[in-house]
């Protein structure tokens, strides 16, 4: 155990005499938690509308009217033709235009029926989709103020109030989805990489030969070399919690104990990842390559922040699960924000226990194969 | 001009050696661009709803199959209690829900009026939002419905409806594939071509042959260079194998010329290489180049407008996207491939970026040191 | 009248506050075998990166080959060779390779890189391993081949910074005579050694102790100067004084 110490020290004064990287990676992280958690959002507000309106009556005015008081859409005074739609489209600055037919008063009070049209530019089909259901809602909020339901206070009229609460997140601020997954996200690429990488230097460098021949159980020489990683990885795990509550307002609901035992555990697993690439390559560039070029946009995708995980075929789905990113979003979720207890995210710690059980052994496994 | 050739000689037949280096490059993107489309699909669908129906009454009965005949929602539950359903919305099983109260069709029928709960897990804050006014306006409907039976006699009154046609232009089926194959191509695109340009002359300076280089004669603008153009090679490489799988297999072809597609990509590479490059005179160790690139490359993607639109950011984040060369990727594939727009419309894009190329390059060149 | 191609006054590198080549003053002579020799850390490498203009010099003067290494550190590198003590040549390149590239690099006309390729590879009996990666050859193959490519463009002077580290014996020799040969035409060789043997091999030798040049003479004039029988004392005497630890 004393041993174990020495070798604990000498990587930590590694990690400590490079000022420079350290500075990085105390850095980096900071700074996209900020960047990520201000700046990624799924709610579109004041998109430029374009209205055609044929009509030019009360009717379409007061439809006009509410669609530009709705935070989601900016009416836009651009004067445009049908015909010149597809060019304004091609330049790529509009994307929603909407047409109002003649006589909409008219058709309204007489047919009881009307219908508007709204020409998008799909090319980016989820940002169309969402407005176009931003744009549903309002249209039907307008039916039914036409239907004289919209209040319902004091009609005769029949009427079933629905009382909406909104759980975990009143203000429905994109940072209580995004905070927790670029967490995952960020630690988990950092964690691998810097592992992987370092061992693989000391490879490169010829140096691992020499700790290799120590009377020291090689693949205690390697977890020897994780641990100033854990350690670190941990002060970002910290400083992430402390700006995700004081900077971007995120809640802390459940124990504090627990969301740093559950980082404790991802951070363990990533690192697991990061030695089992370390004993499978022998160089720095293809060690990088492999946990950044193969890595980085599996785990932007699969980790489920972005794109939900229910949308995709099975075998995505399965891939998803090997992430360990994946599961620790839903822990972050589940411990900071909805704060649940450890009997909530058992599965998740499991799948957690797992992933590292897997790699360790993998690791321990080749890592023998390569001294016989 | 002689001395170039040497130069580009010497980088190809380094490259071509590192079989490893090469099938990662070429085979990494071949197989992510096959399975992360399939993943990119935020499209709202499958809301989940789990419904408490405290009274067992015909209009509490009917007012849930309204909501499930909607299409919309998907019942995950039906008829526990409140405390039931809300572990399922702990457990991501349920998105909503929606708790009728005892005595609701008594309510209704004596005093016209009732209150329903609707409980939304708004973590998710656009899938909340949605879901929920999805939820309220079909209890609107229902109301009315309802209404109208009581009223029916009265006058004859039919309720007003507005419909949304919806025209949904360059993507009619609304096939997110369509949109984020490009993307997700253009993303590793960016970032293979990052990586190795920041890689490599950092890789040199450590393991020393770059004192070599640096104590010979030749200009410090054919040793960039030299650098530059094998991994602009790759990187069109990389693409063209990434367009023709587009077309193999998500049939998706340029609805642009392809001739205007290259000539953007041929000057974006400059510009991603290029900062790649610079980067790398500024870093002692393939470490630190890594991390500084995967920092910029994380920014650059998650704030591209391939995941969540730029229009949804704020404001300083939206500068952030006119200086990041991936947002105008993103946009001219989008422009070409999916909208079929010409050079003329893609020029100011092509402008920016060739600024950015030249600037970068030349940084690139001025701060790398033949003398320290 | 000897022609002097190094000249330096004063020349020092400081970082940050640390001096790690202080106020050297010397000269070297065309056509000699310079020795640099030292303890670890004593400066060597960073003065020979100064001459070759790699480095900037805090403060001092230096000229090379005529040519002054603050204003012209560009011009400098045509007129010199270099191997580094790091190993130089890319090891994911065959002999052939290397010897291209770095002939190109020096702009060689195409067939002086051939029929100078054809010479070298003849002189040192690599023929069978001409199409060989360099990085597959035994190390003192590679130090022969480094030494070699860095003279390949007949440089006035060739800077070898602990050429023969890690060769055996005969290899050693064998780069000697390599040397020799070098010189024997005329290039001034600069050279740091650990090995005293070799040492004895040199023209005039300067011996460096904490970033200053402590003695500079020919090998017979210092081991008289010191009273010792060998090089190896002459540099035990002058070395045990030193302040640096490694
Ligand atoms: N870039 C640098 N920054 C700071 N200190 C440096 C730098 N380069 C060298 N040094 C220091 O300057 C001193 C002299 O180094 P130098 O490499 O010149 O010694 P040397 O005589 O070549 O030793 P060796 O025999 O080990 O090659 C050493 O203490 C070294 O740590
Ligand atoms: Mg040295």
Redesign the pocket.
Known sequence: MKQFGAFVKKEFAHVFRDRRTLLILFGMPIMQILIFGFALSNEIKNTQLVVIDKAKDQASHKLINRIDASSYFEVSNIMLEEKDIEEVFEKGKLKLVLIIPAEFNLMLAHDKKASVQLIADASDPNTANLLKNYLAAILQDYQAELNGIGNGIGTESINIVPQTRMLYNPQLRSAHNFVPGVMALVLMLVCVMMTAITIVREKETGTMEVLLISPFKPWLVIIAKAVPYLVLSLVNVTTIVLLSVFVLQLPVNGSLFLLFAESTLFIITCLGIGIFISIKTNSQLIAMLISLIGMLLPTILFSGFMFPLENMPAVLQWIANIIPARWYYVIVKSVMIKGLGFSAIYLETLALVVIAAFFYALSIKNFKVRLA | MRTLLFLLQKEFKQIYRYKAMVRIIIGMPIMQLLLLPLAADYEIKNINLAVVDNDHSTYSQQLVSTIIGSGYFRLAEYNQSYKKSLKLIESDKADLILEIPEGFERNLVRENKDQVLVAVNAINGTKANIGASYLNNIIKNYNQSLRMKLVTSNQGNQAIAIDLVNSNWYNPEMDYKSFMVPGILALLVTIIGGFLAALNIVREKEIGTIEQINVTPVRKSYFILGKLIPFWVIGNVVFTIGLVLSWLVYGIVPAGNLLVLYSFIWVYLLAVLGLGLLISTYCETQQQAMFINFFFIMIFILLGGLFTSIDSMPGWAKIIARINPVSYIIDVFRMIILKGSGFKDILPHIGIISFMALLLNSWAIKNYRKT? | MKEEVIITEGLTKK??N?T??DNITFTVNKGEIFGFL??????????MRMLCGLSKPTSGKATVAGIDVYSQAEKIKSNIGYMS?KFSLYEDLTVLENIKFFGGIYKLSDSRIKTKSEELVHRLSLEPQANKLVGSLPQGWKQKLAFSVAILHEPKIVFL??PTGGVDPLARRQFWDLIYEAAGNGITIFI?T?YMDEAEYCNRLSI?VD?RIEALDSPGALKQKYEAANMDEVFYRLARGAK?AE
Not at chain 3, 38 to 47: I, R, S
Request: charged share 15%; no cysteine; aromatic share 8%.
């Open positions: 320290s | 970082f940050g640390f790690a080549v030292g303890a670890n850390g004593a400066g060597k490498t960073t003065a003590q910074d602990e740091t650990h460096m970033g640096r």
